[in-house]
């Protein structure tokens, strides 16, 4: 089955002439560019971090060694998982055991929430940080479908706090050049694009990685970034078609995902799997060029821009860790009094939820309590 979606208008051509070299800026200033600043010369704020498995240690290490903010205080149902990481990154409240969470997101001395718990409770845990006032970046997948998804948005707006979904990779200086020079025409029409994105996780029925009560699965811990890559150079697709396998607790293991632009005439292909190590490659093709991206394209990484069938430039950056520069996207946009990003609108990230529903409801995944994977 072929589902289909609301279609996007083809982006505007633009000459190959006016490519600029990379790291340059255009007369009438980029408004995303600045994302390409050092994130220490973005203001700082107070974090405090629901969950305190690896993952907020990376956001951890990021935040501390490459920004102004600060962590003021974590919470986690697990004493000891919070006092080790209090430890560790000496932060100094620590909030453990029942009513962890709310008592964090009421701590008048945090001016904004990093959840990093399982799926299943991004709703529970942002809806709870936006009523309390709090600033929110939710790690993706966003929530566990686009129905939650536009609920946490829904709320944030009307509460005027700012909300952003933590897709770390759109605000690294290789996609910021990427999109930089795709939008100028450096590879023509973006016909075509690729990625892979596939782990071999150890086979554990209660891990959030295949338990279906966390929302586990293939798709929304891993193709949630390819899908977004996608997004990313082609936009909304007129459809999707999805094919697949699932785990034996009934969780998808692996997926390939056509997303379809007719209008157009161009495709992306996601594919995510926790069956595998994969290449981790991804590639955007265009009528004039093309650029591959190196492996891990997800995080830091380097990237080739071939044209006339010959390499024609090479971006290279050292950056530590990464997600610094989504940490300093907060901290803007805050300062500015603004809602949302412009590099992960509301927008994209509730475009990219609809189109992972659409994937599940084709390989048969629903979540305890959805009536469908588009509940």
Request: charged share 20%; with cysteine.
């Given at each position: 089955?072929?589902?289909?979606?609301?279609?996007?208008?083809?982006?505007p051509?633009?000459?190959?002439?006016a490519?600029?070299?990379?790291?340059?800026?255009?007369?009438?200033?980029d408004?995303?560019?600045?994302?390409?600043?050092?994130?220490?010369?973005?203001?700082?704020?107070?974090?405090?971090?629901?969950?305190?498995?690896?993952?907020?240690?990376?956001?951890?290490?990021?935040?501390?060694?490459?920004?102004?903010?600060?962590?003021?205080?974590?919470?986690?149902?697990?004493?000891h998982?919070?006092?080790?990481?209090a430890?560790?990154?000496?932060?100094?409240?620590?909030?453990?055991?029942?009513g962890?969470?709310?008592?964090?997101?009421?701590?008048d001395?945090?001016?904004?929430?990093?959840?990093?718990?399982?799926?299943?409770?991004?709703r529970?845990?942002?809806l709870?940080?936006?009523?309390?006032?709090?600033?929110?970046?939710?790690?993706?997948?966003?929530?566990?479908?686009?129905?939650?998804?536009?609920?946490?948005?829904?709320?944030?707006?009307?509460?005027?706090?700012?909300?952003?979904?933590?897709?770390?990779?759109?605000?690294?200086?290789?996609?910021?050049?990427?999109?930089?020079?795709?939008?100028e025409?450096?590879?023509?029409?973006?016909?075509?694009?690729?990625?892979?994105?596939?782990?071999?996780?150890?086979?554990?029925?209660?891990?959030?990685?295949?338990?279906?009560?966390?929302?586990?699965?293939?798709?929304?811990?891993?193709?949630?970034?390819?899908?977004?890559?996608?997004?990313?150079?082609?936009?909304?697709?007129?459809?999707?078609?999805?094919?697949?396998?699932?785990?034996?607790?009934?969780?998808?293991?692996?997926?390939?995902?056509?997303?379809?632009?007719?209008?157009?005439?161009?495709?992306?292909?996601?594919?995510?799997?926790?069956?595998?190590?994969?290449?981790?490659?991804?590639?955007?093709?265009?009528?004039?060029?093309?650029?591959?991206?190196?492996?891990?394209?997800?995080?830091?990484?380097?990237?080739?821009l071939?044209?006339?069938?010959?390499?024609?430039?090479?971006?290279?950056?050292?950056?530590?860790?990464?997600?610094?520069?989504?940490?300093?996207?907060?901290?803007?946009?805050?300062?500015?009094?603004?809602?949302?990003?412009?590099?992960?609108?509301?927008?994209?990230?509730?475009?990219?939820?609809?189109?992972?529903?659409?994937a599940?409801?084709?390989?048969?995944?629903?979540?305890?309590?959805?009536?469908?994977?588009?509940?």
């Amino acid at each position: 089955m072929t589902a289909t979606l609301p279609a996007v208008a083809p982006a505007p051509a633009r000459s190959a002439s006016a490519i600029r070299p990379l790291g340059s800026r255009s007369p009438g200033g980029d408004p995303t560019l600045h994302r390409l600043a050092p994130p220490q010369s973005a203001p700082g704020l107070r974090w405090g971090v629901l969950g305190a498995g690896w993952i907020a240690d990376v956001f951890a290490r990021s935040v501390l060694g490459h920004t102004r903010s600060g962590i003021q205080a974590v919470a986690s149902r697990d004493g000891h998982r919070a006092n080790l990481y209090a430890r560790r990154f000496e932060v100094p409240t620590v909030r453990f055991g029942d009513g962890a969470y709310e008592r964090l997101v009421a701590d008048d001395a945090v001016d904004a929430v990093y959840i990093a718990t399982p799926h299943s409770f991004h709703r529970e845990h942002a809806l709870l940080a936006i009523a309390a006032g709090k600033h929110v970046l939710v790690e993706k997948a966003f929530a566990r479908n686009a129905a939650e998804a536009q609920e946490i948005v829904d709320a944030a707006r009307a509460a005027g706090v700012f909300v952003m979904e933590a897709m770390w990779t759109r605000f690294l200086p290789h996609m910021i050049e990427a999109r930089r020079l795709v939008s100028e025409g450096a590879i023509g029409e973006v016909v075509h694009v690729s990625a892979d994105f596939g782990g071999s996780p150890e086979y554990d029925p209660a891990s959030k990685s295949f338990d279906p009560a966390l929302a586990g699965g293939a798709l929304l811990d891993l193709g949630v970034y390819p899908i977004h890559l996608i997004h990313d150079f082609l936009g909304t697709p007129a459809s999707v078609r999805a094919i697949g396998a699932l785990a034996p607790t009934c969780v998808d293991l692996r997926e390939t995902i056509v997303m379809n632009y007719p209008e157009r005439g161009a495709m992306g292909i996601a594919l995510s799997t926790f069956e595998v190590d994969t290449a981790r490659l991804a590639s955007i093709t265009g009528t004039a060029g093309r650029i591959d991206f190196g492996r891990e394209w997800y995080g830091p990484t380097s990237f080739t821009l071939h044209r006339d069938g010959r390499k024609s430039l090479e971006f290279r950056q050292d950056v530590p860790l990464g997600w610094q520069y989504q940490v300093a996207e907060v901290a803007r946009c805050v300062a500015d009094g603004r809602l949302e990003s412009e590099i992960v609108p509301h927008a994209a990230t509730l475009e990219v939820m609809r189109v992972m529903d659409e994937a599940r409801a084709q390989l048969g995944v629903v979540y305890p309590g959805e009536e469908s994977a588009s509940a």
